[in-house]
């Protein structure tokens, strides 16, 4: 059996071990068309063989960019990891200019593309890239060479003992991958992870996925060029577990119950919206089944692992699920039995709801430096804790420091920043990575983390606030879509609150308030603005005084990643957002003073 020490040892394992069918599953004209363990191995071997004979050497940079997760990526991936090769996975979305700085800062030669709308961006900063020598597309393009150039390229196996050898010579720390960081503020950084780093996380996370291995379908569709989807794309490979690409975020409902996976990776942002609109459809229900629906919901929202709650909660729980929470299961498939959370935290109350519908949801911790996680819950053991990210995986080691920063250290800590030994120094400390999130350790060994540490800021007043616990809060209002925090520096914390612009309508229509017919018109309405009101009152409540919202400005556009307000994870760019608002910012301070 193959020893996986190196990221492209795991489609041999999951070939000897598991020798899928369905390997990697990605969707063609209305088709779902396999790719089985063997053809994979197969077929990364010839894009192997392909990029020798175009003399792509060791340590030679290939960026790859997808708008949507595929198993050419994958192909790819380990084709050009097995020689040695190092890939740059790019975000779609970002701007051209940091398109044009990752790919000449990388000093990429060969750049792989999904579709027409990424090879536009790239080829309008293509007169500012030195190293760049060609372009490859996944979608057939008029004029761009195909992907499938490489590997008719390859298919010829006489140069196959090169390949084996430049397998061989490979060690486990060699890098591997460079991801650059979306970051909230600056330019990004390029994150160096070696064959170690990786294949440590994937080994020290596989113990804590419930699954059967090699007889499990996952579904898969947060960004590909993240840490966190593609390790978890490398566990299935390890586990046998046969992985099928969604077609987009919009097609998300038809492929769940196509695919009917029992486990998929989600952000917070993701299963807030699925919530929202579960409870739409609950609040249209009339009479009994709507009573039922809102009594299954509060049932829920008190929901504790491991029947902690008695056997008379169970009972009643047993019940909710037949009637009420069973049509939430068929809605995402009817088969899911995990879903694992990460990249933001995830609201406690969502946690248990799910958790209660027989979806338990189990919410993990890391970063792109750790390839990516520290610490995750796990159903098995006694692992789980909800309101935490679980214990740390094994050989992970976690200290806190004196001003709560979380400090880690362990095999899948990064081996620097690109050509960049200074933010590498600051970052570490006697080998401890600096997480810039604040947090604590409970006597159990479960970790929980309470803030970003640079996002807490100081008002005038010399009071901390905490953003992001204030955030998370105020997000379970149906009125809110999205809120931002302000108030560095300032007398008193305030926000910029995106509405729920569908939501409010419902909302006006059902109250017989006329909103106008433009978004701008709608935060200008005297009623929604007066319900605001209500609503970040109703949550201030929670908090202490000095860290109550006084002051608020509605925003009459949506936060997107295209518009800049996100990164790709879907974190607030805080810095853009308070640029982009900066005349509500002024109404709201310098109105005061």
Known sequence: MTNVSRIFDIPYYQLEKYKLEDALVTKENENWHKT???????????????????????????????????????ILDIGALQIGAHTIPIYPTISEDDYAYILEHSEAQYCFVSDEEVLDKVNAIRDKLSSLKEVYSFNQIDGTK?????????????????????????????????????GTTGKPKGVMLSHRNIVSNVLNSAERVPLNEGDSRALSFLPICHIFERMVVYLYQYYGISIYFAESIDKMSDNLKEVKPNVMTVVPRLLEKVYDKIYAKGSDLTGIKKKLFFWALSLGEKFEPYGANGWWYETKLNIARKLIFSKWQEGLGGQLDLMVSGSAALQ?????IFAAAGIPVMEGYGLTETSPVIAVNCQKNGGWKIGTVGKMIPEVEVKIAEDGEILCKGPSVMTGYYKDPEKTAEAMTDGYFHTGDIGEVDSQGFLKITDRKKEMFKTSGGKYIAPQIIENEMKQSRFI?????????????AALVQPNFEFVRDWAKR???DVGNT??????????????????????????HWEQIKKFELTSDVWSVENGQLTPTLKLKRRVIKEQYKDLYDKIYRSTE
Request: overall charge negative; hydrophobic content about 35%.
């Open 519 to 544: 978004d701008e018109d709608l935060i200008k309405s005297p009623e929604v603005i007066k319900r605001f009101e209500k609503e970040i009152a109703a949550y201030n409540s929670k908090f202490g």
């Open 36 to 74: 089985s363990s063997e053809s994979y191995v197969e077929q990364a071997c010839a894009i192997s063989r392909g990029l020798l004979r175009m003399g792509v050497e060791k340590e030679t940079k290939i960026a790859v960019i997808s708008s949507n997760n595929r198993t050419e990526w994958h």
């Open 146 to 182: 195909h992907w499938t150039e490489v590997l008719e390229l390859g298919k010829e196996p006489s140069n196959q003992d090169e390949v084996k050898s430049r397998m061989e010579a490979i060690q486990p720390d060699e890098l591997a991958t460079i991801i650059y960081t979306s």
């Open 511 to 513: 109250k017989k308030i």
């Open 481 to 493: 879509e999205q809120i931002m925090v302000i108030g560095e520096g300032e007398k008193l914390p």
């Open 348 to 352: 406690p109350r969502l946690n248990r």
